[in-house]
């Protein structure tokens, strides 16, 4: 950039002014330090100036998803000051939805993040002095405690202090109602419109920071371990409740488990131990929180490399499963040895399937059991960029399948859910007790699966091969066009909605629906294509990165296991050529 003096000037004044009020000392030290770059001479350093109109450039946008940056000061970064007057926002958002008829009720969990432990003190502080009745979690722990706990203490909002997958520098605030401030299916899900711009709205950016009530006590910190009612205790008896450990024999099955650095391990390991699984290896490099994430490039089971350690430690060890969770872990991969291929990590539709298979049949079970000749009612759900092969094995148990937005925020919300997942490692087995999505359950279901099948004489590849055999095989991937300005993806998205391709892969296009339009599901920003030969291709941009995502699947049907190794063969050339037509059509 090459600012004005008076541009410089404004940025200089309201850098010293946020430095001035900073509660961190931390980041107003980084701050003065910046703008004494800045100013050094006439010109003041580039980069420094860069920096600084960046984190000056506007608020940090509060959305669905809560909030997520990069940690440092000014209004466009994740700090102490732009905490507290999220967290004031969101108390008077509480309070006017409760127009006095009662007193909110709040809790507050965090994970190991840098800063995490105090964005979620000053936010019960800022509740409290609010009149929010509020909970804080006793420890680090995982997103699916916090998300459980909204429902279990019958709270109205919950307030997770993560960044989830993102890089080590980022942390973020993730929202939640239920109790009395929604009705319906929602209660306990992550906020959707109109309810992040309600909050949003209430967030005063030009407040003095002094002038935001802080109290400090007053707020109930929810019993930990070895204390009575302990929070996670209550959460691993829940969860663990879903596959217990009566009749399952010790040592069955072996399983190496990575947190990759975040806080599920512990919790991740007790519900294991308490529903009977006890031959768990954890990998000792990742086992433990910290905020650096020091043995990956990035920490997020999808990312190549992620998961090398685990899949080392399960050949060395002979396991049979490999079970990673995201550092909050409120997803989970999976790895399984494929015979003459060694240790490959699922795809997230691969596993979705699996556990939706999975989940249905135990209804079904538990009905014959009872004595009931159908299962019960219940509804499956998945985001529109997932695989279609959970409708299929939904119809063919008699369960409705409904599709929605990308997001749990969307899943969760579906009435009578039974079960729903999203492609990028998603996944809710268990929506009575966590509306969201949950790494912990999931990868217990994963567990008791497997355990099944190997008793049986099978393995989870042959589990996959018996899905493609009665529902088709649905072979997926993606396409991701990382970008350096955001009005790139306008300019690719306006190039496939005034060109439509004729053929993908070498199939006709029949079908060409611009998501932005609405329809069965809420408008968004997206294009969708299929094709005479079932090829289906869905175009949007992310929306938590500068990329834009294509997601590519199609669909071969056999007749006999013989002809599997073919026909993925074939599958994997349809989607190359899919691949090359979508980068033609995007101008790549």
């Not at 409760?98 to 190991?112: K, L, M, N, W």
């Not at 371990?225 to 691993?236: I, K, L, N, S, T």
């Amino acid at each position: 950039m090459n600012p004005t003096a008076d541009e410089r000037s404004t940025l200089l004044s309201a850098a010293d002014g946020w430095a001035a009020e900073d509660p961190d000392a931390d980041t107003a030290a980084e701050l003065r330090a910046l703008a004494a770059a800045a100013g050094a001479d006439d010109a003041g350093s580039p980069a420094a100036l860069a920096d600084l109109a960046d984190r000056f450039g506007g608020p940090l946008e509060f959305g669905t998803a809560g909030l997520r940056a990069a940690l440092g000061a000014g209004p466009n970064r994740m700090n102490r000051a732009v905490v507290r007057r999220t967290a004031a926002g969101l108390a008077r958002y509480l309070l006017d939805s409760a127009a006095g008829a009662y007193t909110p009720r709040a809790v507050v969990g965090y994970d190991a993040r840098h800063k995490s432990d105090a964005f979620a003190l000053d936010t019960a502080a800022v509740l409290t002095a609010a009149g929010v009745d509020t909970f804080l979690l006793p420890d680090r722990l995982p997103t699916p405690v916090l998300a459980w706990a909204v429902r279990a203490l019958d709270c109205e909002a919950g307030v997770m202090v993560t960044a989830s997958h993102n890089p080590p520098q980022d942390n973020g605030y993730k929202v939640y109602l239920g109790g009395r401030a929604v009705a319906g299916a929602g209660r306990g899900a992550q906020i959707v419109a109109p309810m992040d711009a309600d909050i949003a709205r209430r967030i005063e950016h030009g407040l003095p920071l002094s002038a935001i009530p802080l109290a400090d006590s007053g707020w109930t910190v929810l019993p930990g371990a070895g204390q009575e009612g302990d929070v996670q205790a209550r959460y691993v008896e829940a969860v663990a409740a879903l596959a217990p450990a009566a009749g399952r024999a010790p040592g069955g099955l072996r399983i190496v488990l990575t947190p990759l650095h975040g806080v599920g391990g512990d919790t991740m390991g007790r519900v294991f131990a308490a529903s009977g699984f006890t031959d768990v290896r954890l990998v000792e490099a990742q086992a433990h929180p910290d905020p650096d994430f020091p043995t990956v490039d990035f920490p997020n089971p999808e990312e190549p490399g992620a998961m090398d350690l685990a899949l080392e430690q399960a050949s060395r060890e002979g396991a049979d499963l490999v079970v990673a969770n995201d550092p909050d872990a409120d997803r989970c991969a999976v790895a399984v040895e494929f015979p003459g291929q060694g240790w490959r990590m699922l795809r997230g539709n691969e596993v979705g399937s699996l556990l939706g298979e999975h989940v249905a049949a135990r209804r079904a079970a538990r009905a014959a059991a009872g004595g009931t000749a159908a299962a019960p009612a219940g509804v499956f759900a998945s985001s529109i960029v997932s695989s279609r092969q959970l409708a299929r094995i939904a119809a063919a148990h008699g369960l409705e399948h409904r599709t929605t937005l990308t997001g749990f925020k969307w899943i969760a919300r579906v009435p009578d859910l039974a079960y729903g997942y999203e492609e990028a490692l998603g996944y809710c087995v268990a929506p009575d007790l966590v509306r969201d999505k949950d790494g912990i359950s999931a990868a217990l279901l994963l567990a008791e699966l497997a355990e099944e099948l190997k008793a049986d004489g099978r393995s989870i590849p042959e589990a996959l091969d018996e899905l493609a055999l009665v529902h088709g095989l649905h072979a997926t991937d993606q396409l991701s066009v990382r970008v350096q300005s955001l009005d790139l993806l306008g300019a690719m998205m306006g190039r496939l909605r005034s060109r439509t391709p004729a053929s993908l892969g070498g199939s006709e296009v029949v079908a060409a629906v611009d998501l932005a339009e609405g329809g069965d599901l809420p408008p968004t920003d997206g294009m969708l294509y299929l094709t005479a030969d079932e090829t289906r291709v869905i175009v949007r941009p992310s929306g938590t990165e500068p990329k834009l995502k294509c997601y590519l699947e199609v669909v071969a049907h056999v007749s006999s296991a013989d002809e599997l190794p073919a026909a993925r063969a074939a599958a994997r050339g349809r989607l190359d050529a899919v691949v090359a037509d979508v980068r033609d059509a995007l101008g790549l």
